[in-house]
């Protein structure tokens, strides 16, 4: 499917810095905090392995790689990598205030092209940045490509709610109430808040999504629908080489 919304790299680098100071209140607001609770689901489906690696992928602020440093007790290795270097830098400051720095390394890296060696992470995960990706598959390849045999790939992402009632409803606050408070707050020069049911509308979710991970070589794909399918965890597992 040919994608309407405009996701050129330098389009959405520039789109997420120009938020990046109100990006960790609006993901709060305008999820009414259940945003903390899908990253903390995702920390107890795919549990962190001891002191394992983990990679989280487009961590933007850095909420799920800090979700996964309580998660694993302070005992893992974590790699927060974003492209966005004024998100990297919220995220560093975070990190610093809870004294995980020891513990989550920050690197600015594009998720098509990631400088990290081949079959290395346990667990490489990525929380509502995939559809931001400008090219989805090499996102995927790069995320399998990085995983050990065995590891597993975890996507949290926004999906659509197919119930009649909750479903309008919810379409109604995203397409109409979200984008005008997100838009208040934020002040995006691109319309940050305009994008995101845009880029969430075009995107793959359910089996489609499972599917195209299954293309990438991920065995026993699993998804898992959070708050009547707001959003969506799709796990799978590298299989051996």
Excluded at 152 to 157: D, F, H, N, P
């Amino acid at each position: 499917m040919e994608l309407l919304v405009d996701k050129r790299e330098s389009r959405i680098r520039r789109m997420f810095g120009h938020i990046a100071p109100s990006y960790d209140l609006l993901n709060h607001l305008l999820s009414l905090n259940v945003d903390k609770y899908w990253r903390w689901r995702t920390t107890r489906l795919v549990p962190p392995q001891g002191k394992a690696p983990i990679l989280d992928l487009c961590t933007g602020t850095g909420d799920l790689a800090l979700a996964y440093d309580r998660a694993a007790a302070g005992k893992a290795e974590i790699v927060g990598a974003d492209f966005c270097h004024e998100m990297l830098m919220v995220a560093g400051n975070k990190i610093d205030r809870r004294r995980a720095s020891p513990r989550i390394r920050i690197l600015e890296a594009d998720a098509q092209r990631l400088p990290l060696p081949d079959n290395f992470f346990e667990i490489v995960t990525v929380a509502f940045g995939l559809r931001n990706v400008t090219d989805t598959d090499r996102g995927l390849a790069e995320m399998v490509r990085v995983t050990r045999p065995g590891g597993r790939v975890a996507i949290l992402e926004f999906s659509r709610p197919r119930g009649w009632f909750f479903g309008r409803l919810y379409r109604i606050y995203f397409t109409h109430i979200l984008p005008l408070v997100g838009q208040a707050i934020s002040r995006s020069k691109d319309n940050a808040y305009r994008y995101l049911p845009a880029s969430v509308q075009e995107f793959p979710d359910g089996a489609q999504l499972a599917a195209r991970l299954g293309r990438h070589g991920l065995v026993d794909v699993r998804w898992h629908p959070f708050t009547f399918g707001i959003a969506t965890l799709y796990v799978g597992t590298k299989g051996a080489a």
